[in-house]
């Protein structure tokens, strides 16, 4: 099942080149991360089709088939379109799971793609299938970009009450952006503009039906959050806080700083805007980030979405109204547009320079270790066993919970450009696992076929799975070295916990240059796929076919390169050393003896912990007395042999002793720790 999950829609006048974007993290420590493939298909008359929970992963029922289907790969269709979603879940009484409707939020997303040449066809087929079959889910926020529009639909079931759903679909407005979280983000809404908003006819009169808003109240009122999906603390916390931090990145920090109470969960009336506009930020104000960690990095280059322009603060001057009616966004607009690079820097951010961030960088935080890690373990609530000394908390205490976080099961950031033929009008920029560490492959969403090892025999869903033998043998539980999703687990889990600050700067800059490549290579594609259809066609089997071979081609290469950056990082990071190449004598060419050596020498770095945590170690329980070594006395050579003993216990010659006080002194060395080995 789902775990929370982020998206951001980018409208195309926020667009660097006039696409749209959608941004997409599935987070879920249960789902394996993979491709999926629905192929352009022609049905018999009567044909059906079996729908299967994507979450629970059991069978739902059966549907009629449309006459014809679209081609689909990952998240996106032949046509340009593309989906994403996150969960809101909303009020208990409307789960509508074991409802015996047939409709859940998964398979909603792949009909409507088979379904639909556009982001308003998409929701028209959302809407019938839910009302004719029933839904099967709980509250759903689905983000959808067809290259012209991008649309927010908002969706929560009946419950027991009755079959089908109520929903509300925005537009966000040309220039502006939208992010969601896992919170309801529609409130007051414009009801006679269907150019911009689309609703059920049934979404207010439902709400007073059950007692969720009052039969007096004028429907032009009607809050859909409100009423469906009140803000709770976890929804601010841990949802809206990673959309309020999306928001600073792209309106900048003055017009976020306001709902920081709200992103706290501790003032849940101070609602924040439905989408925002760019602003241009100061190209020389200083980086937020404290140290230099992949995520570190894209805070520095997108805190600033930069222009070298002076900063245009958006203010309460500049709030300009939304088509929601209530819901207003934040700067007039005018800033500088978001390319699919900015997007993917979002995407791997992480509180980084906020009051948020948890690396114990701009305060100490035990929970960030050693290696100022921005990750907790889940859960995301816990409780300490001596309770709260402060009177104004609950005793409960909270994790935060990350825009880039270590769940996530697949990511992407997908353009669609219209301007070009339809096998390659979508492309997304797709991988397995953690957004903040993942290297991005292309797959255009005309593609035929799913690279080998980001494919999966057994599916999402079972109509998703590409034919034995054109997949890895692996799942969630069966590890292999040819599967996508595990080798990009390997990568980004070296980059957590400890050895987090040591990992990230060498993952980043592998990874960063890496990107680059990949995303000039899918650039020149494109220019020759549009040339090709020029002569050929624009849904040509030529076209088709060269651009099923680029994706399947591109990934490969990625896939054997990422193998090559885990053994790398890991030769880096073995046992709890830092080890890199020796900086001694070279080594020994063909019959060369003299001022060489026979193998590769490395220089072995003792990581340690900061003295911080040696401090914590020492003043923690009895550990002053367990730990603790005598004085050594220094007459007769006896504190020279015994820091000469340390150095030989540690193969060295000379060169100071492991990282930390010298023995019963209380001193810290500053000196290299870098010694040459025996």
């Known amino acids: 099942m789902t775990m929370a999950c982020t998206n951001i829609l980018v409208s195309p006048g926020a667009s660097e080149d006039g696409s749209t974007l959608l941004a997409y993290n599935a987070d879920s420590g249960a789902l394996y991360g993979s491709l999926g493939h629905y192929p352009a298909a022609t049905h018999l008359p009567n044909a059906t089709r079996d729908v299967w929970d994507w979450d629970d992963s059991v069978f739902l029922g059966t549907i009629p088939e449309a006459a014809q289907t679209l081609n689909v790969i990952g998240n996106a269709n032949e046509a340009g379109v593309v989906i994403g979603e996150t969960t809101f879940g909303g009020l208990p009484s409307l789960d509508s799971r074991g409802s015996g409707g047939v409709m859940d939020y998964g398979s909603l997303i792949w009909i409507a793609l088979q379904r639909a040449r556009t982001c308003r066809a998409a929701i028209h087929v959302i809407d019938r299938l839910v009302q004719r079959h ?40 040309d220039g502006a952006i939208l992010a969601h979280a896992n919170q309801a983000r529609t409130t007051t809404f414009v009801r006679d503009d269907p150019d911009t908003v689309m609703f059920s006819p049934d979404v207010v009169s439902f709400a007073r039906k059950i007692g969720r808003y009052p039969a007096a109240a004028p429907d032009a009122a009607f809050d859909f959050s409100a009423a469906y999906d009140p803000v709770t603390f976890s929804g601010a916390r841990h949802g809206e806080a990673r959309v309020w931090d999306i928001y600073r990145h792209v309106a900048g920090p003055e017009a976020m700083d306001k709902y920081i109470d709200y992103a706290r969960g501790f003032n849940l009336t101070n609602r924040m805007p439905l989408f925002v506009y760019p602003v241009v930020a100061d190209a020389a104000a200083p980086a937020a980030a404290a140290s ?136 997304q920029w797709w991988a397995p696992d953690d957004s903040a560490t993942s290297l991005r492959v292309p797959i255009y969403g005309g593609a035929t076929k799913v690279p080998y090892h980001f494919a999966d025999a057994t599916g ?176 007769n050579g006896g504190r020279g042999y015994e820091m000469h003993k340390r150095l030989r216990m540690n193969k060295k010659r000379r060169g100071p002793p492991p990282r930390g006080p010298p023995l019963g002194t209380g001193a810290t060395s500053t000196a290299s720790i870098s010694a040459s080995t025996q």
């Open 292 to 427: 230099a960690t992949v995520a570190a990095a894209a805070a520095a280059t997108t805190v600033a979405v930069t222009a070298a322009a002076a900063p245009a603060t958006a203010t309460d001057a500049s709030v300009a109204a939304s088509a929601g009616g209530g819901n207003v966004a934040a700067s007039a607009g005018g800033g500088k547009k978001l390319s699919v690079e900015d997007v993917m820097r979002i995407m791997r951010t992480r509180f980084e320079g906020t009051w948020f961030d948890t690396r114990g960088v701009s305060r100490a935080d035990v929970g960030a270790g050693s290696g100022h890690s921005a990750y907790r373990w889940r859960p995301l609530i816990w409780h300490a066993s001596t309770g709260s000394a402060d009177s104004a908390t609950s005793g409960e205490f909270v994790n935060e919970r990350t825009v880039a976080t270590q769940q996530t099961a697949w990511n992407f950031v997908a353009a669609s450009r219209p301007w070009l033929p339809g096998p390659i009008a979508a492309v």
């Open 134 to 173: 029933g839904y099967a889910s709980d509250g759903e926020s689905f983000s959808c970009v067809d290259g012209k529009e991008a649309w927010l639909m908002e969706l929560i079931g009946k419950g027991a009450h009755e079959k089908g759903a109520v929903w509300v679909a925005s537009k966000v407005p």
């Open 460 to 635: 999402q869903v079972p109509a998703a799975a590409v034919k034995p033998g054109e997949a890895p043998t692996a799942d969630a539980l069966t590890p292999s070295m040819d599967s996508a999703f595990w080798i990009w687990n390997l990568v980004s889990n070296l980059a957590y916990g400890d050895r987090a600050d040591v990992v990230s700067k060498a993952l980043e800059a592998k990874l960063l240059p890496m990107q680059e490549r990949l995303m000039a290579a899918a650039a020149a594609e494109d220019a020759a796929v549009a040339a090709l259809a020029m002569t050929d066609g624009a849904s040509s089997p030529a076209v088709v076919a060269r651009a099923t071979a680029f994706c399947e081609l591109t990934a490969d290469g990625a896939f054997h390169a990422w193998q090559t950056v885990f053994l790398e990082l890991f030769a880096l990071t073995r046992d709890g050393f830092t080890i890199t190449r020796g900086t001694h004598k070279p080594q020994c060419a063909g019959a060369q003896k003299d001022g060489c050596t026979a193998r590769n020498i490395p220089d072995v770095m003792e990581q340690g912990y900061e003295q911080s945590w040696y401090d914590r170690v020492a003043t923690d329980g009895d550990n002053a007395q367990r730990y603790g070594a005598p004085p050594t006395a220094d007459d």
